[in-house]
């Protein structure tokens, strides 16, 4: 049988008449191995081992070749142009996630719930967060910082860890756990950070109108 | 059929067998087993444990339990014969639950609309008496007779308790104790400002109603302390002991009543009697406990278990759950005197801990630093020893229970 690579070819781009095919398909289905051209066994070895190797040798790593020296302009825009898309894409997120309420800049939320009586969701990035009436929160995302006066309900997307403006409370918060945040008045005394695990570890009074406020 | 394939079909035979053998075997444990254990683990999972002994061993729960979805589950579940039960508030809906090949069935159920559970008395063998107050406020207080065999209410209402007045606007029922054909039911009122304040009025109430009318007949008040017992599906308050007398305990801590400057107390009402007794009061608080206490459970011999806090250990609410600092006390309710328990402190404000057993009573301690051990308390002799361990990845022991009696 002779099966060249041109007929392979061919085959391939379904060009070739219904003989070829044939003969192709027998080829290619027969499981016999007794066609092998051997007759490449009995050239130099030496001749092959080289080519492979001269092969190999144009994609292996150069011995540490110097970086072609890129001019200060070049530089200066690949930076403007990286910084502009990511600006563009940042705000692009922002804008629609928080369409309705004032940010200051991607890394830092600045959410506030002024109803006395109805919870605001709001789908960030990082989080949903569920504001409870009359609060306000200021999250800071690179430091973790925030800054809290009220209640709200919170399931990070990532493990994210917190720290309460004016303290030392560190929290760590675990990604698809969701959480009960409360502050009221100052110092870290006031401030509860609660799985809704554990929501029944709270008095009974303040789980009742926990449950009730965020539809637990 | 080649060789390869025999070898191939007896490998799968082989782990066929094994895997539906060992999952018989699972199945005929948990469906015999004398115990079970509510188990949150470190990475916010709940799962259910059973075991025929608490005496020794180790348990994990992400290998054993039982995964229980958050949707439908939480720990106010109760366990009466092998089954459990459970009101979803979201959902309405009252649930029995069995285990069963690894999994929590649903043996029935029948929905209660806009209920929330205070306290379930066992009047029956199947006959369920739910007591509680109305999800759309809190304000009103409501029962339902329930026939666990069938599932099905018997009857619903409304019970005379005064609705909240003043600048009260929710109450709390502690406890209830069937007497005769009166029910006697102990609550307080609360003021709430918002979800992180609340104020408990000073007082605590025993109402009695005409039963099974649920007319009110008379209330009688108390000052020397309040908010009586507390939501018994998550922890116990309250006990009969072999003569009839009935005590509760009171919880005015930060906890339950926030009314923390009145005393932490027990009550006694006379067996034969429908009033409090005004001659006896166990101020909890003045002896040398001097904390508040939330949780209390039965001995025998008038000597029963109370769960205190630390308040020199604890900064408030808001670690009151996390941080170990709960004791274990034995009083003697006749002559007041208290026993520490010298176990390591407990965490988690409010938990099912104590299974008592002739001379034994079993006691889940959640330690942060010496782990989550069931502890054995002789009550003859004093003598206490770790039984079964929790491992893992247990974080709170949160309940456990005693499936058969």
Redesign the interface.
């Known amino acids: 049988m002779n099966i060249s690579n041109e007929l392979l070819e061919k085959y391939h781009l379904n060009t070739c008449t219904a003989e070829e095919r044939r003969m192709v398909e027998e080829w290619l289905f027969n499981t016999d191995v007794g066609d092998l051209d051997t007759t490449i066994l009995t050239q130099d070895k030496n001749s092959i081992k080289q080519e492979i190797w001269q092969e190999i040798e144009t994609v292996l790593p150069q011995a540490v070749k110097p970086l072609p020296k890129r001019s200060n302009a070049y530089l200066m825009w690949k930076g403007a142009i990286a910084a502009a898309v990511l600006i563009t894409i940042a705000g692009t997120i922002v804008y629609f996630v928080f369409a309705s309420k004032p940010v200051a800049q991607a890394d830092y939320l600045a959410l506030n719930n002024p109803s006395a009586l109805h919870v605001k969701y709001i789908d960030a990035t990082g989080y949903d967060v569920a504001l409870?009436?009359?609060t306000t929160a200021k999250i800071n995302n690179i430091d973790g910082m925030i800054d809290l006066t009220g209640?709200i309900m919170i399931s990070p997307k990532k493990d994210i860890s917190l720290v309460f403006e004016g303290t030392d409370k560190k929290v760590t918060l675990?990604k698809?756990?969701t959480y009960i945040i409360?502050?009221?008045k100052t110092g870290?005394?006031?401030?509860?950070?609660?799985?809704?695990?554990?929501l029944?570890?709270?008095?009974?009074?303040?789980q009742?109108?926990?449950?009730?406020?965020f539809?637990i | 059929m080649n060789f390869n394939s025999i070898i191939k079909f007896s490998i799968i035979a082989i782990f066929a067998f094994c895997f539906f053998g060992c999952k018989e075997r699972k199945s005929a444990n948990q469906k015999d087993a004398k115990y079970s254990l509510y188990i949150?683990a470190k990475?916010?999972k709940?799962y259910l444990l059973t075991s025929n002994t608490l005496d020794s061993g180790e348990l994990k729960p992400e290998i054993s339990g039982v995964y229980l979805d958050?949707k439908d589950m939480?720990?106010?579940v109760f366990v009466k014969d092998g089954f459990f039960y459970h009101l979803n508030?979201?959902s309405n809906r009252f649930s029995k639950f069995k285990l069963e090949n690894g999994k929590l069935i649903t043996a029935g159920f029948v929905d209660i609309k806009d209920f929330?559970i205070e306290n379930f008395n066992w009047i029956g063998k199947d006959s369920l008496l739910l007591t509680g107050l109305n999800?759309s406020g809190?304000n009103h207080s409501k029962y339902g007779f329930i026939n666990t065999t069938k599932m099905e209410t018997i009857t619903q209402g409304d019970m005379e308790i005064p609705a909240p007045s003043g600048k009260y606007t929710?109450l709390?029922i502690g406890f209830v104790e069937k007497k005769g054909n009166t029910l006697l039911v102990g609550y307080t009122y609360?003021l709430?400002q918002?979800?992180?304040?609340?104020l408990?009025s000073d007082t605590l109430y025993v109402s009695e109603l005409s039963y099974p009318q649920m007319k009110l007949i008379g209330t009688q008040k108390d000052t020397r302390s309040t908010y009586p017992g507390?939501?018994n599906t998550?922890q116990s308050y309250n006990f009969k002991d072999e003569k009839g007398d009935y005590y509760f305990q009171s919880c005015p801590g930060?906890?339950?009543?926030?009314h923390p400057d009145l005393p932490t107390g027990i009550f006694k009402i006379e067996a034969g009697e429908k009033k409090i007794d005004p001659k006896y009061f166990f101020n909890i608080s003045a002896s040398k406990i001097q904390n508040h206490a939330y949780g209390m459970w039965y001995l025998g011999g008038n000597k029963a278990i109370i769960r205190s806090e630390r308040k020199d250990l604890f900064?408030?609410?808001?670690d009151?759950?996390?941080t170990a600092h709960f004791e274990f006390y034995v009083l003697d309710l006749l002559s007041q005197s208290v026993t520490k328990l010298n176990l390591p402190l407990d965490k988690?404000?409010?938990r099912e801990c104590v299974i008592v057993e002739g001379n034994t009573a079993y006691i889940s301690v959640n330690s942060t630093r010496e782990g989550n051990y069931i502890w054995l308390y002789n009550i003859k002799t004093g003598a206490l020893k770790k039984g079964l361990q929790l491992g893992g990845d247990t974080d709170f022991i949160m309940r456990i229970d005693r499936l058969k009696d």
């Open positions: 409870g009436p009359n209640s675990l698809g756990q409360l502050k009221n870290v005394k006031s401030i509860i950070v609660i799985s809704e695990r554990n029944m570890d709270l008095p009974p009074v303040m009742k109108q926990l449950s009730t406020q539809d | 949150l990475d916010g709940e958050p939480d720990r106010d508030r979201k929330s999800l809190y929710t709390s609360h709430a918002g979800v992180s304040n609340y408990t507390g939501i998550i930060i906890a339950l009543g926030n900064k408030g609410l808001g009151h759950y996390s988690g404000t409010r």
